[in-house]
């Protein structure tokens, strides 16, 4: 099965796609984790993508298609049942150029699944994030914070790390992008019968369980509840 999720920043896309990678054996490919990773590594699309990125705008579409097309190479042929693309795409000649790559491997696209969320709780979600420096497991100042003060729940960690671009400013041009150059790929999918909508500001379960209502319904045929 392959999926995309798509929303907004602060959506809680990674949130769920973490949970859909455990339950589902898929894999979950966020381009906003493997730019970090790059930034990080110092590598020469790091260098290009840091000031970009920090600015909340998107990254040129040649850079994201090349290095999900590595991505989904490697994908192929393993044993995970399929992969949920995180993050992307996020223009329609990113999405153009997915739809090329799976028809090249006869790859199928299963569903697009948006999460909903209002513009204003997108501020004060992503403004609170931040996650343990070991694990990656997620955290919010003021809706999840450790069971013990400083400790990572999961694996004891003291160390945490804040996104530099998950200040208020940033947020708000991310924001900006998303409306001006993802939200189009909203009707583009709705076109082809795979758009499926869920109310993102519901609890993080609720999410979940309307994600696994999605997955197990059929799809394409334009009629089933929650389409758009
Ligand atoms: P994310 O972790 O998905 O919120 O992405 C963080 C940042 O990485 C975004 O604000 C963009 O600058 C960049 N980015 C991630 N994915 C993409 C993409 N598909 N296209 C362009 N830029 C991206």
New binding site residues.
Partial sequence: MNLILLGP?GAG??TQAKLLEERHSLRQI????L??AEVKSGTEIGLQ?KA??DR????P?AI?ISMLERQVEGATGTSTAGFIL??????VP?AEALDAMLARKAMPLHHVIELQVDDAALVERISGRFTCAKCGQGYHDRFKRPKVADTCDVCGCHEFTRRS?DNAETVRA?LE?YHRQTAPLLPYYAANGLLRVVDGMAEMDTVTAQIETVLAGSHGSGTEPGQA
């Fill in positions: 920043p896309k990674g966020s381009t906003g984790d730019l970090r993508a970009v990125m909340g705008e998107l990254v579409d994201i995180d993050g992307f795409p996020r223009t990113q671009d991310r992008a």
